[in-house]
């Protein structure tokens, strides 16, 4: 028998314990887009330096569903849905590209950059026959329009016209940390990593509110002293949890008995024969922090590791995979030594990466599990059962006020639901 | 191709690139940068990267030092499930060449088996090298960029393609 999404959600009795069918069941996955990805939600799209010039688009996905962000003559970005209004044809094929108007290649209905639909084929008949409807009107068929946020560069789209403004969706403890990143001057793409993760989701969003795994997973991390629980920390949530900052200041590594001891991952004595992959140099934006790594729910996260940046998208493949799209960037006026660091940086990350390849890893033999253990449940207890933010590394809070914030919402009890 | 020198160094090229598909496929990581001159760079890069000017690649190496690091931190450090490769390589091409200097393409088509399910498709693209003809023992790559078409990646790439 086919358990239900409402089965499930009732096994989910709290955050701290979280059954393992929320990572399987297609149900709860379908209740999931609608209510995260095609609900009240600000979802990435891309950033602006990816159309700079009138009629770029770019094609991407918000949850499952086919997107295209424009640029349009006056300079304004639009998204509107992937998806011609006559038959569903995708109007557009390539990732990236320049057009003047959007066709379809069926049909040629054809749209302005904004989706206005501006002329069909034969309206008026041929000779005399057929056409359409004197009563038909032309933008009564547009494409479906997204709202659109534009924040200093980066771009999110919703289905919902409903979803507040983007800095209220971002709540005011995430709101500085996002504009410490995105603070204004004009962002450059560097380019793109894609894999295919096959895991749930979610797993992902858990992997980035997890200051717990770093210092122990990642041995290069902790050797090098890019992340490790004695350095000074912060994990910052908004007042409903859905979103999450891991702050840290990076120290230098080396022994310390309280964290390196007894951990199997620590080398003590590894030394990089070309240092220049940890090459940092501080920036003027940073403050205090080196590291910190945004979780924008649902769709992206957004990574300062030192000097390397990247946006990491989040598109759901069913219950049990997903795409992770890494968009790495910097700013337009970084001098050419800053963006060879930053690349130089980009081997840690992305599928290759010598940290980030173990994430993609370790959530693929989580998701194993999940799909034939059925009755099996993950623990979140570092730092007890509570939820909030924590002035420390060693806690598990910030899961737990995910999923406190997914259950209210799936169960139908959040305003934004 | 008309004068035997030709052949020969076409020959050795076609030996070179299948003895670094064989050092892969063996598992011997610790020969890989031998390949290398002591400068060589290596790219796996993305297809849609390369073809735009973007410069990020999946993993890139500057010499001897960062080809070395890559090596000891995927054998010693990094944790992945073990899987073999099977290199499927077209035969290369010369594109040109000077006095020190060969510039050459070749496609290649990279299977992954895990333990525990079927053999899959990892990558197919092109090696796209600048090997150096100065080190008369051996042909090393001055560049070599493996260019993959497969963007999406089926989760890790755990070793240079």
Redesign the interface.
């Known amino acids: 028998m086919v358990t239900t999404a409402d089965e499930v959600l009732q096994k989910f009795e709290a955050p701290h314990r979280i059954p393992a069918e929320i990572y399987t069941n297609a149900e709860l996955y379908e209740r999931e887009l609608n209510k995260f990805f095609y609900g009240r939600h600000w979802c990435y799209v891309g950033l602006e330096a990816e159309v700079p010039a009138a009629g770029d688009f770019k094609t991407t996905f918000v949850g499952e569903r086919g997107v295209i962000m424009t640029r349009d003559a006056e300079g304004s970005v639009n998204v509107v849905e992937n998806r011609c209004q006559h038959k569903g044809v995708r109007l557009l094929q390539s990732?990236?590209g320049n057009v003047k108007r959007l066709v379809c290649p069926y049909h040629q209905w054809c749209y302005k950059m904004n989706g206005t639909l501006i002329g069909v084929p034969y309206r008026a008949g041929v000779q005399g026959q057929g056409g359409y409807p004197a009563d038909f009107v032309l933008k009564e068929h547009s494409l479906g329009q997204l709202k659109v946020a534009r924040y200093n560069g980066i771009v999110f789209a919703t289905f919902d016209d409903d979803t507040p403004s983007f800095p209220e969706y971002l709540g005011s403890a995430i709101e500085p940390y996002f504009k410490r990143t995105f603070h204004g001057r004009p962002l450059k793409?560097?380019?793109?990593?894609?894999?295919?993760?096959?895991g749930n989701w979610k797993l992902m969003h858990e992997n980035i509110k997890d200051p717990y795994h770093p210092g122990l997973?990642h041995?290069?991390f902790i050797?090098f002293g890019l992340w490790r629980p004695d350095q000074r920390s912060r994990m910052v949530t908004d007042a409903l949890g859905r979103h999450a900052c891991m702050i840290s200041a990076r120290n230098y590594g080396g022994r310390n008995e309280e964290v390196t001891g007894g951990i199997s991952?620590f080398?003590e004595g590894?030394q990089?024969?070309?240092a220049?992959?940890i090459d940092v140099v501080k920036e003027d934006w940073w403050g205090d922090h080196t590291v910190v790594m945004q979780t924008i729910f649902p769709s992206v996260i957004i990574q300062q590791q030192v000097n390397s940046l990247s946006t990491r998208q989040i598109i759901p493949r069913g219950p049990g995979q997903f795409?992770f799209v890494w968009t790495?960037f910097g700013y337009e006026d970084d001098s050419a030594e800053m963006?060879t660091r930053r690349?130089?940086q980009?081997?840690l990350f992305?599928?290759?990466g010598?940290v980030s390849?173990?994430d993609?890893?370790?959530i693929?033999?989580s998701q194993q599990s999940h799909e034939t253990y059925v009755c099996g449940q993950s623990i979140a207890e570092l730092d007890g059962r509570g939820t909030g933010p924590a002035e420390h590394m060693v806690t598990e809070t910030l899961i737990r006020s995910m999923y406190r914030y997914y259950l209210d919402v799936m169960r139908g009890q959040h305003a934004a639901d | 191709m008309q004068r035997t020198e030709d052949v020969e160094l076409y020959l050795a090229i076609a030996e070179t690139y299948q003895a670094y598909a064989d050092c892969m496929d063996q598992g011997q990581l610790d020969q890989w940068p031998g390949f290398f001159t002591e400068h060589g760079v290596y790219k796996?890069q993305?297809r849609?990267?390369f073809d735009?000017g973007?410069?990020?690649?999946?993993?890139?190496?500057?010499?001897?030092?960062?080809l070395?690091?890559?090596v000891?931190?995927i054998s010693?450090?990094?944790?992945?499930?073990p899987r073999y490769l099977r290199h499927i390589l077209g035969p290369p091409r010369i594109l040109s060449r000077t006095q020190n200097e060969v510039r050459s393409q070749g496609s290649f088509c990279i299977y992954q088996t895990l333990a525990h399910r079927p053999t899959e498709l990892l990558s197919v693209g092109r090696y796209q090298d600048r090997i150096s003809l100065e080190d008369h023992e051996r042909l090393k790559f001055r560049e070599r960029l493996a260019i993959y078409d497969s963007?999406?990646?089926?989760?890790?790439?755990?070793f240079p393609l």
């Open positions: 990732p990236f793409v560097l380019g793109y990593n894609r894999q295919r993760i096959r997973l041995a290069f050797t991952s080398k590894m990089l024969a070309d220049r992959i795409d790495h963006t690349l130089h980009a081997n992305g599928p290759a010598y390849l173990e993609g890893e370790v693929e033999f | 796996a993305a849609e990267n735009r973007l410069p990020l690649a999946a993993i890139a190496c500057a010499g001897r030092g960062m070395e690091d890559r000891f931190v010693k450090v990094m944790v992945y499930a963007l999406l990646i089926p989760n890790s790439l755990v």
